[in-house]
């Protein structure tokens, strides 16, 4: 049975305009994603690779275009929709970890479920669970400066991924760690993707986390230059 396609676009496109300056910064993607499939988009720097991962997740508003995502046309939703929509069905993982430092690790996993409306109970239980997961075993009460890299990452992808959501977008998910850490995390990734059959698109620049992809997206100029099948090495 063949899987469902659950990230569609069609033409889309974003226009950054200064006013003094009109910058192209995606000019016409079309773009499908199957279910359950890890897809790496790649390309040099200024390429349009975030600005692509932003339109598609609903952190920003693309200029032109659809995009589709389980069947449900995202820009036509409302603001509030979208928010929601957002929080339970997609997770998120960027370079910098993003966790905010006043809280605990603990606390930090399960703040995605709160905000979505979860009893506080079951928030925790979930993000206790998923703190062992990521083999962070004694680490659930310390802050996030009291760990190192590589731990911060395991903590930003189990806060990522305790909605379950059906897609986790990754924004240079190791760009902020050394080699031997990065293939640690990219083992977790392609584990998480492969037993909970959940969808990954990753912008990167490394060539060892496109080489571990389903698939390759390399970009160039606001466009898609070539899409190539690479079967990954997970």
């Known amino acids: 049975m063949s899987k469902q396609i659950v990230i569609h676009t069609e033409e889309l496109k974003k226009v950054y305009d200064t006013g003094e300056v009109k910058v192209d910064a995606l000019r016409g993607i079309n773009f499908d994603v199957k279910e359950g499939e890890m897809v790496a988009v790649m390309g040099p720097s200024g390429c349009g690779k975030t600005t692509l991962l932003n339109c598609l997740s609903g952190i920003d508003e693309p200029s032109d275009g659809k995009v589709v995502l389980q069947g449900k046309s995202l820009y036509d939703m409302s603001d509030r929709q979208r928010t929601n929509f957002r929080a339970l069905s997609m997770g998120f993982i960027f370079q910098f970890f993003n966790l905010l430092p006043v809280l605990s690790v603990v606390e930090n996993v399960e703040l995605p ?59 240079e998910p190791t760009g902020n760690l050394d080699s031997e850490t990065a293939d640690e995390i990219m083992d977790v990734l392609c584990r998480l993707n492969k037993e909970h059959n959940q969808t990954f698109v990753l912008v990167t620049h490394a060539s060892e986390v496109g080489d571990r992809a389903d698939r390759i997206v390399k970009m160039r100029d606001g466009l898609i230059e070539d899409n190539v099948n690479n079967g990954g090495s997970k």
Do not use: F, H, T, Y
Request: aromatic letters at 2%.
């Open 113 to 171: 479920m709160l905000v979505a409306g979860s009893k506080p109970r079951d928030a925790r239980k979930k993000a206790l669970e998923l703190v062992e997961l990521m083999g962070l075993e004694g680490q659930a009460n310390k802050r996030p400066a009291e760990l190192s890299g590589g731990q911060q990452q395991r903590v930003a992808i189990a806060r990522a991924l305790v909605n379950d959501p059906a897609i986790v977008w990754c924004d």
